[in-house]
């Protein structure tokens, strides 16, 4: 019988919000890439929350990493208060699990300073019965002593006690103390597992009202036209080829959204389908950085939507193309500060609706829609289990579709119609 709930913070009751922190800084992506690694993607960050290292001496470790950047680590450095934001679910969460009759503790990774910034703010601590946050005692998880700390202190039972954290090494290290453990993955799917561990748990608010929490665009046609200018260059690289075809921006438009090997097989239908995906891969190879430098058609007003948007939503982009092509995009047409997260077979090997549920994951995403202009985006949202918004405006046709805009600046106010129904 459960009597204990244990939660890690980060990524469970509180978004670390690494990558937006840096965006509200100004840096460039090139610049979060290159700062991302050589802080929290570095041995140092984890010194930050063992507490052992002075700030000082962490920010000089980091800047020996990359010399060059003194100036913008040290900014990075200078006021964290907004790496991490509360989940609009965690009062409540923790609220009602404790109207149940269960005792809620905290066992986290976190350096001092940063604490203290959630001390002052976050909601949800003021329902919580005891807590071992890694500066306190210099060890951090997976290490054992943090668990063991916990238990010791206040007695806890490890076979009534169950642990829900984000990382699954830090899940191993709790079974072998005994303790039930839940892999956090996205918050309904842990609700579902704490309810089959027996927790009495009442519906929280957000499972009932399933308000929209994160914006999913496919590209081509949705954001913009890349046809004309690929279409000239796939065109060179065929008649290099010594190929007699003939590739059109109108016959891409006919083709976008479907997986790469798909549009080699219809677009060179006599020729083998191994020498077909070969002429594919060479031109999405080269077409890439005359994209990045020239652009494409950006479709009408949705730079300004898009920045309208990203105020009230994480945007994502999720589209079936080859890793830098979606980055391109973003470059050539400044946009690199407006998307939290991008994905694409090119990076993950997955299509389309595995990628939804991918970038929901690691971004903890429990409700989005999928904005896109075919067919195929319709399936992979359905099969993702995601609202589909059709972009009419767009390069392809389906009937299959949870609402329909036949401009991008009527997505703002079918939002709020769609979230009103919910």
């Excluded at 509200?24 to 140092?44: A, C, H, N, P, Y």
């Excluded at 309810?195 to 949705?222: A, H, I, S, W």
């Excluded at 006599?270 to 020498?275: F, P």
Aim: aromatic fraction near 12%; proline fraction near 3%; include cysteine.
């Amino acid at each position: 019988m459960i009597q204990n709930i244990i939660f890690d913070i980060g990524q469970v009751l509180a978004k670390f919000r690494w990558k937006e922190y840096m965006n509200d800084l100004g840096f460039s992506k090139e610049l979060k890439e290159r700062i991302g690694k050589v802080t929290v993607q570095s041995s140092f960050w984890k010194e930050v929350d063992r507490g052992v290292m002075s700030l000082e001496e962490i920010i000089e470790g980091c800047i020996k990493l990359e010399p060059e950047l003194e100036k913008e680590i040290r900014l990075f450095y200078r006021d964290m208060s907004t790496i991490v934001i509360e989940y609009k679910y965690a009062e409540e969460l923790l609220f009602k699990l404790k109207k149940q009759g269960y005792r809620i503790y905290l066992l986290s990774n976190y350096g001092e300073r940063n604490f203290s910034y959630i001390a002052k703010k976050f909601r949800f601590l003021k329902y919580i019965d005891g807590q071992i946050i890694s500066y306190q005692i210099q060890h951090i998880k997976p290490e054992p002593e943090i668990y063991r700390a916990l238990l010791e202190k206040y007695q806890l039972d490890p076979e009534n006690s169950i642990f829900l954290d984000d990382l699954e090494e830090n899940l191993e290290m709790a079974k072998t103390f005994g303790i039930k453990t839940i892999h956090f993955t996205s918050l309904y799917s842990s609700l579902e597992k704490l309810r089959n561990f027996g927790v009495t748990l009442p519906k929280l608010f957000c499972e009932q009202t399933e308000c929209y929490d994160g914006l999913m665009f496919d590209l081509d046609g949705t954001l913009w036209d890349s046809t004309t200018a690929a279409a000239k260059i796939w065109d060179d690289v065929v008649k290099r080829r010594g190929l007699s075809y003939e590739v059109t921006p109108q016959r891409l438009k006919q083709l976008y959204g479907l997986p790469l090997e798909e549009i080699a097989v219809e677009l060179f239908p006599e020729i083998s389908k191994e020498e077909a995906i070969d002429i594919m891969e060479e031109c999405v190879v080269v077409q890439c950085p005359v994209l990045s430098e020239k652009g494409g058609t950006l479709l009408e007003k949705i730079k300004e939507t898009l920045q309208d948007l990203s105020k009230r939503y994480p945007i994502f982009i999720i589209s079936n193309c080859r890793s830098g092509y979606i980055e391109a995009f973003l470059k050539a047409h400044q946009l690199e500060n407006i998307f939290t997260d991008t994905a694409c077979p090119g990076d993950t090997g997955k299509l389309k609706a595995d990628n939804i549920r991918l970038v929901m994951e690691r971004n903890h995403i429990l409700n989005p829609i999928y904005i896109g202009d075919t067919n195929g985006d319709s399936m992979a949202a359905k099969d993702a289990n995601v609202p589909f918004i059709f972009a009419r405006y767009g390069f392809g046709m389906t009937d299959q579709y949870d609402a329909a805009i036949d401009s991008i600046e009527e997505l703002i106010p079918v939002l709020g119609l769609l979230e009103e129904t919910k």
